[in-house]
């Protein structure tokens, strides 16, 4: 996989890519950003480029070094997880080892450390020296989903690359393109949250029900019921347990008003985020004028921007506003 076959993030790819037309790759890296959006796969490109026989800004994926890169057979490449949910101190210590040695077979040396905010106090302390004087053939690049939770000291001695969330229409492009049927490409685009490789790994029985329930709980709290699964599934629960579920239901509340607005103004149904729910939706607009469906939809993507926004965000405090607008909107 080259860079280009790489979904989104293409302000990482094109600074990525200078770097290598440059020559000048820094050799401490940190990738942080949201679970499934490629920050491996963009780490181990970055591998096969480097290494490339063809040596451009990009993996020519036909060379030997990138097809034994991508075999994982590539002694030059190195590839590190937590062990029982913790990066030790002998993994650091291996790098720290390995780190100083002249490649074997490529012309770079890379390692890849996944889930860099597991290493303690301990295993961080060890790579602080490589990581600010490395080889100028190694490469270390540290990925993490969650930045804040790697220690100072390592941050910054790293150039750190932020990903972002995949667009909902790209993801769709790609399932669609993938084989998926219009109906599911698009209704697991919104369930992903912008992760692709979530997208890909849902069951889509799964989905339609999850979906379904969705639609039930929102036609629920306009009708004025539904308070008590609501408020005892996002207000009342653990924070953390409530966070992505509230998020993903925000999500689908969101793409049932735009759908509502879609046909309240005379849109084509090919446009519709939730085509096979398209007999209810059109069932169900008549009861609220597009104002109010509007505002509806200004105040879910409120929350919505908010939940992405800010990581320590109290959810069951934006639940309980939610449902509060919620019926102060629907008895409008």
Same mark, same amino acid.
């Given at each position: ?116 905010? /597991?290493? !303690?106090? @301990? &295993?961080?302390?060890? =790579?602080?020296?490589? +990581? %600010? *004087? ?129 046909? /309240?103004? !005379?849109? @084509? &149904?090919?446009?519709? =985020?939730?085509?096979? +729910? %398209? *007999? ?53």
């Amino acid at each position: 996989m080259g860079f280009k076959n790489i979904a989104g993030n293409s302000r990482v790819k094109r600074i990525l890519r200078t770097a290598l037309q440059r020559q000048r790759v820094p050799n401490s890296l940190l990738f942080c950003g949201p679970d499934g959006v490629g920050k491996t796969a963009m780490a181990m490109t970055l591998a096969k480029a480097l290494n490339c026989k063809a040596g451009k800004d990009d993996a020519c994926e036909e060379c030997d070094s990138c097809k034994a890169i991508e075999a994982g057979r590539f002694p030059d490449v190195l590839g590190m997880a937590p062990e029982k949910d913790v990066i030790k101190i002998e993994q650091m210590r291996f790098i720290k080892q390995m780190a100083y040695l002249k490649p074997f077979s490529g012309t770079r040396r890379v390692f890849i450390v996944e889930q860099a905010e /597991k290493m !303690n106090e @301990e &295993s961080a302390n060890s =790579l602080l020296k490589v +990581l %600010e *004087e490395p080889p100028s053939f190694t490469h270390i690049i540290l990925v993490t989903s969650n930045p804040f939770l790697v220690l100072p000291t390592i941050r910054s001695r790293c150039q750190v690359l932020s990903f972002s969330t995949i667009g909902r229409e790209e993801i769709e492009r790609i399932l669609a393109e993938r084989g998926y049927p219009g109906e599911q490409a698009k209704a697991l685009s919104i369930i992903a949250g912008g992760n692709l490789e979530l997208a890909m790994g849902r069951d889509w029985e799964e989905i339609r029900k999850y979906r379904q329930s969705a639609w039930e709980l929102f036609l629920s709290l306009l009708g004025g019921k539904g308070s008590s699964d609501f408020l005892s599934a996002y207000v009342f629960q653990q924070r953390a347990a409530a966070k992505d579920e509230f998020e993903k239901k925000m999500e689908m509340f969101a793409s049932f008003c735009r759908d509502i607005i879609l046909i /309240k103004e !005379n849109g @084509e &149904s090919r446009y519709l =985020l939730n085509p096979d +729910l %398209e *007999e209810a939706l059109r069932g169900a607009e008549g009861q609220w004028s597009l104002e109010r469906v509007q505002d509806g939809l200004a105040r879910t993507d409120s929350v919505l921007a908010g939940l992405s926004g800010n990581r320590n965000l109290n959810v069951n405090l934006q639940a309980a506003v939610y449902y509060s607008n919620f019926r102060e909107w629907n008895h409008v």
